[in-house]
């Protein structure tokens, strides 16, 4: 048997890419069967068709959008199988236990959004230091729940808590970033909540179990 392996198979126009490939894969339009089909190539003028005993896997990520594109023709010919984080596969840094960060983490997500943007393990997968988890969250978490939530800080807070997020501007302090001057909508400003992560290097043991002990 042969495998072949599409990643991120969503990314271009699938039904253009396959053309009249589509048909050929049907399994009992494959060589060997008794509803077997050949094409002409139309360079070659060969005749084409797909073997019974290869294995067309594609991937694809469930958060993006363009997964909806795929036609029912194409989705007629695959079966669709989940594959779900599997916090279990994680171990322990020290006392931070990263079965249950993720967890608490992906929890959250599936509330704020939905369960097709949780996090995968693979994040965790290798680290063995708080430094390694550090560099995972400053470099790839966070982006990426950046970008999930677009900037909104807030969501982000609720998610990692006040060791990560935290205002900028606290107490009276916008009063005085702002000019004196008469302003319809200056109290709007005023009261506005602006959040910043807090440096990496402040992210300790405690700070990352504070996320899931709550």
């Known amino acids: 048997h042969f495998v072949l392996v599409i990643d991120e198979i969503n990314r271009g126009n699938v039904s253009a890419i396959f053309g009249e490939l589509i048909t050929l894969i049907e399994t009992d339009k494959r060589k060997g069967e008794k509803e077997a089909v050949a094409l002409q190539l139309p360079y070659s003028k060969l005749n084409f068709s797909v073997p019974n005993n290869l294995f067309l896997i594609g ?10 594109a795929l036609d029912n023709a194409l989705r007629r010919r695959f079966n669709f199988i989940e594959l779900a984080p599997e916090p279990k596969l994680l171990h322990k840094i020290g006392q931070i236990d990263l079965a249950e960060l993720l967890t608490a983490i992906n929890t959250r997500i599936e509330i704020l959004l939905n369960k097709d ?3 995968g393990h693979a994040y965790f997968m290798n680290l063995k230091t708080v430094f390694d988890l550090q560099q995972v969250f400053e470099n790839k ?12 800080w807030g969501k982000i807070g609720l998610i990692l808590g006040k060791a990560f997020v ?7 302090s916008y009063r005085k970033l702002f000019a004196d001057f008469s302003y ?20 300790d043991e405690v700070a990352f179990m504070k996320i899931y002990e709550v």
């Open 166 to 172: 935290r205002s900028k501007y606290m107490d009276n």
């Open 59 to 68: 991937t694809m990520n469930t958060a993006d959008r363009s997964a909806e």
């Open 141 to 152: 978490l966070i982006p990426q729940l950046q970008e999930y939530f677009y900037g909104d």
């Open 117 to 119: 943007y949780q996090i």
């Open 184 to 203: 319809d909508a200056r109290d709007e400003y005023e009261g506005q909540v602006i959040y910043e992560i807090t440096d990496s290097m402040s992210w």
